[in-house]
């Protein structure tokens, strides 16, 4: 195990100016890497403690600036257009990827790191997605995933896309069937 100071709010883990023990591949692979932590020694904390205030400062005025985008984010609903089979099965998957560059184009920067999905999304319909816009502020938008633009708009309106057609070829063939039951009766009257 290895001791670190954490620079930022680290999601089951801790917050700043803690001392948590980690695995060492944790550290070193992620919360080193990444800034999110520094090694625990008495330079360092001596350090740490002077740059405390500051640290501070500028992760209360990267959280206000998140609580901001996130109020103009709340809400929204993204579109990913795929391919599917009849069931709504999609023929692979929408990953973070996706999501992050759906969320870009509808306006606001995020990287792919920021979007917290359990696991990737591979049926048709509306999915909730967490971005994470500062380790201590969160939103939910939805993912619209759909074969195409009608169909995300008939979800959005909450109809499901494959029942609508299901029911559309219903009525289909409970015409070609009347039709055909009346073309039968035309030709059994006597002339």
Same mark, same amino acid.
Request: aromatic share 4%; hydrophobic share 45%; proline share 4%.
């Given at each position: 195990?290895?001791?670190?100071?954490?620079?930022?709010?680290?999601?089951?883990?801790?917050?700043?100016?803690?001392?948590?023990?980690?695995?060492?591949?944790?550290?070193?692979?992620?919360?080193?890497?990444?800034?999110?932590?520094?090694?625990?020694?008495?330079?360092?904390?001596?350090?740490? /403690? &002077?740059?405390?205030?500051?640290?501070?400062?500028?992760?209360?005025?990267?959280?206000?600036?998140?609580?901001?985008?996130?109020?103009?984010?709340?809400?929204?609903?993204?579109?990913?257009?795929?391919?599917?089979?009849?069931?709504?099965?999609?023929?692979?998957?929408?990953?973070?990827?996706?999501?992050?560059?759906?969320?870009?184009?509808?306006?606001? &920067?995020?990287?792919?790191?920021?979007?917290?999905?359990?696991?990737?999304?591979?049926?048709?319909?509306?999915?909730?997605?967490?971005?994470?816009?500062?380790?201590?502020?969160?939103? &939910?938008?939805?993912?619209?995933?759909?074969?195409?633009?009608?169909?995300?708009?008939?979800?959005?309106?909450?109809?499901?896309?494959?029942?609508?057609?299901?029911?559309?070829? /219903?009525?289909?063939?409970?015409?070609?069937?009347?039709?055909?039951?009346?073309?039968?009766?035309?030709?059994?009257?006597?002339?």
């Amino acid at each position: 195990m290895v001791d670190l100071i954490l620079l930022e709010r680290v999601e089951k883990l801790g917050q700043m100016g803690q001392v948590v023990k980690v695995k060492p591949g944790y550290a070193r692979n992620y919360l080193l890497p990444q800034k999110k932590a520094m090694r625990a020694t008495k330079e360092n904390m001596a350090y740490f /403690e &002077t740059q405390r205030a500051q640290l501070e400062a500028n992760n209360l005025q990267r959280r206000s600036d998140a609580m901001v985008i996130a109020e103009k984010m709340e809400g929204l609903t993204v579109v990913v257009i795929r391919q599917a089979g009849e069931s709504g099965q999609l023929y692979g998957s929408v990953a973070v990827r996706d999501i992050a560059e759906a969320v870009t184009a509808a306006g606001y &920067t995020v990287d792919k790191t920021q979007i917290v999905l359990d696991r990737p999304i591979k049926t048709i319909g509306l999915h909730p997605v967490r971005v994470m816009l500062h380790p201590e502020v969160g939103v &939910t938008v939805t993912a619209n995933v759909a074969q195409s633009e009608e169909g995300a708009r008939m979800q959005a309106a909450g109809i499901d896309p494959a029942h609508q057609i299901e029911e559309e070829e /219903e009525a289909a063939r409970a015409e070609a069937q009347a039709a055909w039951a009346a073309a039968q009766d035309e030709s059994e009257r006597p002339a």
